[in-house]
């Protein structure tokens, strides 16, 4: 059976850090390309980073600068971790696998058909 299980999510004050992680079950994250999608209230999920099989990586404009997505591959692990957040990074973050070597950069979550296999979403809530 898949599963991605999100944790390390939570309440920060502006200019905290977080460290989300992705641990994955049923495929390995070596072989796959992995991301992080996040939903603010009331939005659309939109792309946040991804970790492509052979190291290569993306960030939004938004955080690019702030956010840095690795790997470990022993732990089948994806991690974001997430520094100098401002109270516009607050939604829900979803871990996902992609079918392809492109991402879709916003879509309705869970249903972008590009993706294969969703987390259950962790909370990360910014207060300025």
């Known amino acids: 059976e898949v599963q991605l299980m999100e944790s390390g999510g939570g309440s920060v004050q502006a200019g905290g850090s977080l460290r989300l992680s992705c641990t994955t079950s049923g495929f390995t994250v070596e072989d796959s390309a992995m991301g992080w999608y996040r939903q603010a209230p009331g939005n659309e999920c939109d792309l946040v980073s991804y970790?492509?099989?052979?190291?290569?990586?993306y960030y939004a404009d938004s955080v690019k600068g702030r956010f840095t997505i690795s790997r470990d591959n022993a732990q089948n692990t994806v991690y974001l971790e997430m520094n100098t957040l401002k109270p516009e990074d607050t939604a829900v973050y979803y871990c996902?696998?992609?079918?392809?070597?492109?991402?879709?950069?916003?879509?309705?979550?869970?249903?972008?058909?590009?993706?294969?296999?969703w987390g259950q979403g962790t909370q990360v809530t910014v207060s300025s």
């Open positions: 970790i492509s099989s052979d190291g290569s990586g």
């Open positions: 996902a696998s992609s079918r392809f070597a492109t991402w879709v950069v916003r879509g309705t979550c869970a249903s972008i058909y590009e993706i294969k296999y």
